[in-house]
């Protein structure tokens, strides 16, 4: 989608803020012992209150509201009857649409207690997507996301899951540009539009490369096995840079 209105935007960011307090919501209320199924039910409730509705479900009949991903599961993960640990790392990806309008974001949450590598890796991950974010404006090269955080991983000393892209959206849940890749790439020409909505969400990890699926059709791993983050905004190109609307609020 390409913001053309303040009114696009305005509503754009209605259902951007959504999605931003349901994550944050599913966040703060994870104890160890709880389901997946439980956690989910959480962030359904609260999507039915705002008048939203599950994009996934909806678009591709997946069978959760959000998606829930834990340790060796990096996207995707089914809410279930797995029970969060002590020591797990926890990603919790919200998508919904409301009134014709989608919103994207997702985050990876530590399980007290935790180790200083995991500690790290998640720091490292959302900053791994603030250096994305601060690649998108009007006229800059798309290209220019997976190069900046392809500096910033090498220079940690991680990899980044190549299967798993960024890509457009604000009308539907994936719109083109739909392969925006968050890691190096060479011969991609296009340009970011004036008011381009779209995800960047880098898959930052120890040793992965790339994502497989599993056998419920759904849930993703890394391969070679190794430690995987994600951290997800939606934003909107502008003449001064990346405007965020998956904030909470």
Known sequence: MTITRQ?????LKVIGRIVANTMQTMARSIEPGMTTRELDGIGHKML?????????????????ATCISVNEQIAHGIPGDRRIQPGDL????????RDGYFADTGATFRISPTSPVMDRLCRDGRRAMQIGIAQVGSGRPLAGIGNAIGRFADARGYTLIRNLASHGT?????????????WPTRGDRRRIGKGLVLTVEPFLSTGGHFATEGNDGWTLYSEPPAAVV???HTVVATDRGAIIVTRPG
């Open 230 to 232: 994600q951290y997800e």
């Open 170 to 182: 604000g009308r539907a849940l994936h719109e083109e540009p739909t392969e925006i890749a968050t």
């Open 7 to 11: 009114e696009e935007l305005d509503r």
């Open 48 to 64: 039915e209150s705002q008048g939203a509705e599950s994009a996934p479900q909806a678009v591709y009949g997946f069978p959760g």
């Open 90 to 97: 926890v990603n919790i990806d919200v998508s919904a649409s």
